[in-house]
């Protein structure tokens, strides 16, 4: 912030390893401290640098808050509470930025690299080019929150 004051662009895309976890007594502690500790990994920058950008402002999400596979339910509830997070910072804002909701489908990543994890996972390279495109438009009103499916 002391070097550069102003960014064109804030992507929020942190989040910690996906295990399995059903909703159920033996996984409740777990589940609890994943969301803690993810929450904070999006809500500590936004509220940090929120302020500083004049362009978009990005949350990766995924397309599972809508499809909510049943084994990852921490990550369901992870991206549903940021996505939340971050429409009630759009509402609060003051500035001329947009919020940017990225929603992806599954990424071939590290974690989703297996044997038969990657028929349907989309190329990170895609994904981000994708990206790319649609951060060349500039918002087009103040604290606009838009929605988009990769």
């Known amino acids: 912030m002391a070097e550069f004051r102003q960014f064109d662009f804030l992507v ?6 996906v295990l ?7 996984t409740l502690g777990r589940i609890h401290e994943f969301l803690a ?12 640098f929120a302020r500083a950008v004049n362009g978009w402002k990005v949350l990766i999400s995924s397309i599972y808050v809508e499809t909510a596979p049943r084994d990852f ?14 429409r009630a910072a759009a509402a609060q804002a003051m500035d001329n930025s947009g919020y940017l909701i990225v929603r992806s489908p599954k990424l071939l990543t590290d974690m989703t690299n297996a044997p038969f994890g990657t028929g349907d ?3 990170a390279e895609k994904a981000a080019l ?11 009103e103040p604290g606009e929150v838009k929605v988009v499916s990769l």
């Open 37 to 48: 500790k993810a929450f904070a990994l999006v809500s500590t920058p936004l509220a940090f």
């Open 12 to 17: 929020l895309n942190a989040c910690l390893p």
């Open 130 to 140: 994708s990206l790319l495109g649609l951060l060349r438009d500039p918002p087009r």
């Open 73 to 86: 339910s921490q990550y369901v509830a992870l991206k549903a509470a940021v996505e939340g997070l971050f």
């Open 20 to 26: 399995r976890m059903r909703v159920e007594p033996a």
């Open 121 to 123: 996972a989309m190329a």
